[in-house]
């Protein structure tokens, strides 16, 4: 396809998508109101009802949505390319995805079979009401979870991607020896060094960074006060492109709740807030399986932790309503996975009586529910941290959770962390590897679940600030081997993986954005 016909499809998919939305609705009825006005003149009433419209700012409002639809927009791609190509372009990739959803779904069956559980069932009137009086207080309760395990922890995922490989690639033909050295054996582009200093240019050492103590150039308290005051007028201006540029160089705490909304188009409109009260019902009147998979989840890590275990009840809120909520199956559109499906009671093996099972489509696995325990500290209103955490996660985090070529895919984020520590640490690299301690088999933990509980919670939403601002989880992996290049001295002394371990075993005191600056600018190359 040339360029003029590719910008027409994509132009004619976003008013599509548009057309059915609330928003369009909305303008429309405002555009039709304004006609009364005695401004209006009939000889110029389309540039009228423009100029109406953008000073009463619903065009800003339809810039933003058209923005989030081009953020989320699938990659151009041949007309005649089959649907499943464009969800996921390689054969052996899609395979491998096939297969993990299998097995994910039949130890969740499993499940439901030792415990004698169904995987949904009505509640009876009496526990929805009790339900609904300790809605706020859900971690007051201790349902018995000893029997329930997590249906996959990260460990099992990376073992998956370790026996990665495309079949029409030979291995050999490798020119560098080090690309034997790592776990990930499969051939994608993932960007270095250089390239990587062109893309994250306003990281560069003379920049003024939000989380970093001192500069060379610019005294903290100076570049602070006129950052923020530019970050109050985005915030004013409502622009989700102003919004996303500007968290390149990170958020102010007292502004990074807006900021987000914006670059999100997260605006919590009364029709939001509905949304998210009928899944709130959905919760009480049905229990499912997945359920006691999110108590344990957040017993065993959330409720645990120093910063989010005052979070219980928000976070129990937040993911219960999540995996009811149908809206989430629309990321299936761009998303390598496909959403599980089971059988209606006793109709098992009738195609017709399948449904996705659990209605969102993702089955949580340990650790899931520190994706939604940060935003705890931006968002006290349930109904808004709930709309944040779903637009954050079919943007950004569904990706390290499923098998994909994406560039910001978690096999991509495996082998650049692999790339970066073979290119410029080779000596550690190789060192590690001898000993039995892979590094990908300690960093991949904190790349599964985008840093959070490992960091300090200030740290780690400065980290995410770039995630979103640069629309990409590369930073993570870039983190990741920062982390090893900083406690590089240290690992040179190690023995064994169980004393790597232990060198990397607390990240709580690090400083985010000197490291990634320093290993990103300061690396010779």
């Given at each position: ?214 500069h060379a150039h610019i005294h903290p308290d100076l570049f602070e006060n006129e950052y923020v005051q530019i970050g109050k007028k985005v915030v004013m201006e409502q622009d989700s492109a ?35 009260e009928q899944l709130t019902a959905g919760v009480i009147q049905h229990d499912l399986l997945v359920d006691n998979l999110i108590y344990k989840d957040v017993k065993l890590t959330a409720s ?76 006290n209103e349930p109904s808004k941290l709930y709309s944040v955490f779903r637009e954050i996660y079919i943007r950004y985090f569904f990706r390290l959770h499923s098998i994909s070529s994406s ?119």
């Amino acid at each position: 396809m040339d360029e003029g016909s590719e910008l027409s499809l994509t132009i004619a998919h976003i008013v599509q998508r548009l057309k059915g939305s609330h928003l369009h609705s909305q303008i429309e009825r405002r555009a039709k109101e304004c006609l009364h006005q005695p401004d209006i003149k009939l000889d110029s009433l389309k540039e009228d009802v423009r100029s109406f419209l953008k000073t009463s700012g619903w065009e800003r409002q339809l810039q933003n949505a058209v923005y989030r639809e081009l953020q989320v927009q699938l990659p151009p791609s041949h007309p005649a390319a089959p649907p499943e190509h464009l969800k996921e372009p390689l054969a052996y990739m899609r395979a491998a995805q096939a297969g993990w959803e299998k097995r994910v779904l039949k130890s969740l069956n499993s499940m439901s079979t030792e415990l004698g559980v169904p995987l949904a069932r009505m509640r009876p009137a009496a526990e929805q009401k009790e339900l609904a009086n300790k809605w706020n207080e859900m971690g007051t309760d201790e349902p018995d979870l000893t029997s329930v395990r997590p249906v996959y922890a990260p460990k099992d995922f990376l073992e998956v991607l370790v026996s990665l490989r495309n079949p029409n690639h030979d291995s050999s033909e490798d020119v560098s020896v080090r690309s034997h050295w790592g776990l990930i054996q499969v051939p994608l582009n993932v960007r270095d060094i250089p390239q990587l200093r062109r893309v994250y240019s306003e990281l560069n050492l003379t920049s003024g960074q939000l989380g970093i103590d001192d500069h060379a150039h610019i005294h903290p308290d100076l570049f602070e006060n006129e950052y923020v005051q530019i970050g109050k007028k985005v915030v004013m201006e409502q622009d989700s492109a102003a919004a996303q540029q500007y968290s390149r160089q990170g958020c102010s705490t007292g502004l990074r709740a807006d900021l987000w909304a914006l670059i999100l188009n997260s605006n919590n409109q009364p029709q939001d807030v509905m949304h998210y009260e009928q899944l709130t019902a959905g919760v009480i009147q049905h229990d499912l399986l997945v359920d006691n998979l999110i108590y344990k989840d957040v017993k065993l890590t959330a409720s645990n932790d120093d910063y989010y275990f005052v979070f219980e009840d928000f976070l129990y809120q937040v993911l219960l309503c999540f995996s009811r909520d149908t809206a989430v199956l629309e990321h299936f559109r761009y998303n390598s996975a496909t959403p599980p499906r089971s059988f209606i009671q006793g109709k098992g093996g009738e195609e017709e009586c399948a449904v996705v099972y659990p209605p969102n489509g993702v089955i949580p696995f340990h650790g899931f529910s520190m994706y939604v325990a940060p935003l705890c500290f931006l968002y006290n209103e349930p109904s808004k941290l709930y709309s944040v955490f779903r637009e954050i996660y079919i943007r950004y985090f569904f990706r390290l959770h499923s098998i994909s070529s994406s560039p910001s895919g978690i096999v991509s984020l495996c082998l650049q962390f692999e790339r970066l520590l073979q290119t410029h640490l080779p000596q550690l690299f190789y060192h590690l590897r001898q000993i039995g301690a892979q590094p990908l088999r300690i960093a991949f933990k904190w790349m599964v679940r985008a840093f959070s509980g490992y960091l300090s919670t200030d740290q780690l939403l400065l980290l995410w600030d770039r995630i979103l601002g640069y629309d990409s989880l590369e930073v993570v992996a870039v983190l990741a081997a920062a982390v090893f290049a900083f406690r590089a001295e240290n690992l040179m002394e190690v023995t064994s993986l169980g004393s790597a371990e232990a060198v990397l075993a607390d990240l709580s005191t690090l400083k985010v954005m000197p490291l990634i600056q320093i290993f990103l600018f300061a690396t010779a190359i």
